[in-house]
């Protein structure tokens, strides 16, 4: 009985760990191997926009996870020039892969 409510405590615990990882931004990227980090942050300014900022700016549009997915794989510049002073955003096409940058980004979009 002990056995069963262990191993009820720890695949309790497991599930919600992969849940809360599934809605964290910085866990994915974490998990995935990005670098996503070294431009963005939830909520403080660095290179790049906060993940915040792009969450509010796409609101609403049904075709944000596919635009912004292609656009962390193929890089690019020009949506956010005012925050970035013009910097260009690298492609990422190899790591982390399409999948996970895709889970990286309805994460980013789901934030408020």
């Known amino acids: 009985m002990k056995a069963i409510i262990a191993a009820t405590a720890v695949a309790a ?10 809605d ?14 070294v431009c963005h942050a939830i909520d ?10 792009v969450a509010n700016r796409y609101a609403g549009d049904a075709s ?3 635009k912004l997915t292609e656009k962390v794989i193929k890089g ?17 096409a190899a790591a982390p892969n ?3 940058i895709s889970k990286i980004v309805a994460a980013i979009l789901a934030l408020k």
């Open 13 to 22: 615990t497991l599930a919600c760990g992969t849940a809360l990882a599934a």
């Open 24 to 37: 964290d931004p910085v866990a994915l990227t974490k998990e995935f191997k990005g670098d996503c980090l």
């Open 44 to 53: 403080k300014k660095m290179a790049g926009p906060t993940w915040k900022a």
């Open 64 to 66: 944000a996870q596919d």
């Open 76 to 92: 690019g510049k020009g949506n956010w020039d005012k925050e970035t002073s013009g910097m260009v955003m690298p492609p990422h």
């Open 98 to 100: 399409k999948e996970q």
